[in-house]
């Protein structure tokens, strides 16, 4: 059907129309801006007179007389003073434009509603926080919440931000078990869906709980300011690290606080362990360590899911190879675990005869390994070698020879990993959502925030060693081979990439060569 034309009259005055409507409203505008004050003064009369009228109808009808009397006189004496009546006039005029100004409201306290919730919070934590032989207990039903909770904050939809508590001396806070139960349930009782922070304060018996803001996602793989040796595995909360990287962002740049990971000889934590579940971003975060290792590093990568989330460096220069399969990745990591002894064996004897180590073992070698697990499996069916198995070496002298192993698994398959995998890779990183016993087994300790269950790709938590627990977002390194990769991530990933060596086409398989260890005697 078609539609039916404007009518010649309405098409034709539509433009003379518009214009004459803001013509309207800004003579409208500038009107109110010039009568301002008469506004105000008229808002003030109304006021005075509104209020006059409730004091004549609160008086009772016997002091009526005396009243009107008493302000016929006044009115009288102000008539026969010099200049009587304009001062009046003035007066008025005064407090008219006082009472008729526009009065900001300023919020000196907790309004019903927060009144209500904060009641709730306190009676929901008197279990908790008091026993039968307190003789003045701080908390108690019916109680007035006021001694225990201090500065607190609450959002535009009355849910607390901040809140401050006082508790007993004789609570148990040093047990994990006891903070455990006071953080679920304040979590629960100021509303879901958010991280909170709990800060404990053993000595003082005070507790600090507080809504922290969302990590940024819009950090992409880029050049990091790092010293070699240094990787950056993505950002944290201001206050959790004490430095900051510049970094751009959308449109612009600005100083970010990285979670920086230290490999190398001094090293105390040389190996990697990344836990999460199929799509949290742990193929990411392995890409982003191969870009950064490849600045001064070779890379060595074995992929058991098999996806090709890894093809964009087939072939690059620094990537020795890109295994997929069973077989390949057996004679890689066979190679890798001579590679280490190899070094050791000629930084040992460089050593002993007073010289410096040789260049080829100071070059960091990098061994990536995306769901080894896989390949378990394959080789128990295929009666061959756990690939794991050949990590041991890397795993326990990599720090010292140079090379540094990268391990990502996914929690169901967590248990299949080997003793050797577990016991070395004492830094590590979970991503997605997670429950707080999931994080706790993998990191040791359980965060100091309460895990929410919608996060984005690459958001989870980090612990280097025995250092604390950090809240991390790894930067977007997406495959940019994916036709759902945006384009500014695509190129991000692109320019980082090294140049090829070799064709596509024409790269080999085969891992490099063995070089023959010299036994000694």
Excluded at 47 to 74: D, M, N, Q, S, Y
Excluded at 115 to 130: D, H, I, K, N, T
Excluded at 141 to 166: C, I, M, N, Q
Excluded at 508 to 517: C, K
């Amino acid at each position: 059907m078609a539609r039916r034309p404007l009518p010649r009259i309405l098409s034709s005055y539509s433009a003379p129309i518009a214009r004459s409507r803001e013509i309207a409203r800004t003579a409208a505008d500038s009107a109110t801006d010039v009568l301002h004050p008469l506004i105000t003064i008229t808002r003030g009369l109304r006021v005075i007179g509104a209020a006059l009228r409730a004091k004549w109808a609160a008086t009772p009808k016997e002091r009526r007389g005396p009243a009107l009397f008493l302000t016929a006189a006044v009115v009288l004496v102000v008539a026969l003073i010099p200049y009587g009546p304009l001062l009046a006039l003035v007066t008025v005029m005064g407090a008219a434009a006082w009472t008729g100004r526009e009065k900001t409201v300023v919020k000196t306290g907790p309004d019903e509603a927060e009144l209500a919730r904060l009641q709730s919070l306190y009676e929901a934590l008197v279990p908790y926080f008091s026993v039968p032989e307190d003789p003045a207990p701080l908390f108690s039903h019916g109680g007035e919440w006021d001694k225990a909770f201090s500065d607190y904050e609450f959002d535009d939809s009355g849910r607390p931000t901040r809140l401050r508590v006082r508790y007993p001396a004789y609570f148990t806070d040093g047990e994990a078990a006891s903070r455990a139960r006071i953080e679920q349930l304040l979590h629960a009782k100021s509303g879901r869906g958010r991280e909170y922070h709990f800060a404990w304060d053993e000595e003082g018996n005070q507790l600090v709980m507080s809504v922290l803001d969302a990590l940024p996602t819009s950090i992409a793989a880029q050049r990091f300011v790092t010293s070699p040796g240094e990787t950056v595995l993505g950002f944290t909360d201001a206050d959790a690290v004490r430095r900051t990287v510049p970094v751009i962002a959308g449109d612009g740049s600005h100083d970010a606080p990285p979670v920086v990971w230290r490999t190398g000889p001094r090293s105390t934590e040389p190996h990697l362990l990344v836990v999460g579940r199929p799509g949290t971003g742990t193929t990411t975060l392995l890409r982003s360590i191969a870009l950064q290792a490849l600045k001064d590093g070779d890379v060595l990568i074995v992929e058991g899911s098999g996806t090709g989330e890894y093809a964009c460096l087939t072939g690059r220069s620094g990537v020795l190879a890109v295994e997929c399969g069973l077989a390949g990745a057996l004679a890689t990591l066979e190679w890798a675990s001579h590679e280490t002894e190899r070094r050791l064996i000629c930084a040992n004897r460089a050593r002993q005869a007073g010289h410096p180590a040789p260049e080829d073992t100071k070059r960091p070698l990098w061994i990536l390994l995306d769901r080894p697990s896989v390949f378990a499996d394959l080789a128990a069916a295929d009666g061959r070698t756990d690939p794991q198995h050949l990590l041991q070496v890397p795993l326990r002298h990599g720090r010292a020879a140079g090379v540094t192993v990268v391990v990502a698994e996914q929690f169901d398959t967590l248990d299949d990993l080997t003793e050797p995998v577990r016991s070395h890779t004492r830094a590590r990183v979970v991503l997605g959502p997670a429950s707080l016993a999931q994080v706790e087994s993998v990191l040791g300790i359980p965060p100091h925030t309460t895990p929410t269950p919608d996060v984005p790709p690459g958001r989870g938590y980090a612990r280097l060693g025995t250092g604390p627990v950090l809240r991390l977002q790894v930067p977007a390194t997406p495959d940019p081979y994916d036709d759902a990769t945006t384009e500014a991530h695509r190129q991000a990933v692109l320019d980082l990439l090294p140049v090829r060596d070799v064709p596509v086409e024409a790269t080999s398989r085969e891992t490099p060569p063995v070089e023959a260890v010299p036994a000694e005697g």
